[in-house]
């Protein structure tokens, strides 16, 4: 079985990360960029909390980190094996389909396959 190191180790866990970090954050902007959708700098991979959670039918540790931009989050899940899902809120009417809005775009993969896919809504009726 594949764990992380114990808490006191989990900085160092957390620096060896920033590449793949990194990426996932490129590969948000790269899917919010297809879709007409500006995000400016964001997102940028930050010092995000983290916090461990064990899977209870494998028993192994995954990292789960959280950061904010401005009123944006997002979330990354890194696995023992450095799998990786992640979402970032995007929250914006989609650019070309009317009644649609983009709510997050997934990243998931490893770093050398990340792939992604936005989450796509449709907008609420006004009453």
């Not at 900085?11 to 902007?29: K, M, N």
């Not at 944006?72 to 995007?90: H, K, N, S, W």
């Amino acid at each position: 079985m594949t764990t992380l190191p114990p808490e006191a180790d989990l900085a160092a866990v957390v620096a060896t990360h920033t590449r793949l970090g990194e990426a996932v954050c490129a590969r948000i902007h790269q899917a919010a960029t297809r879709l007409g959708v500006d995000l400016g700098p964001n997102p940028a991979w930050p010092a995000p909390s983290y916090r461990q959670q064990t899977d209870p039918y494998s028993g192994e540790i995954s990292l789960i980190g959280t950061w904010k931009d401005g009123q944006r989050y997002g979330t990354i899940t890194i696995f023992p094996d450095l799998r990786i899902f992640a979402e970032y809120q995007i929250l914006v009417p989609h650019p070309e389909l009317a009644g649609q809005f983009v709510e997050a775009v997934q990243v998931w993969g490893s770093l050398d396959q990340l792939k992604s896919d936005p989450v796509l809504l449709a907008m609420p009726e006004s009453s």
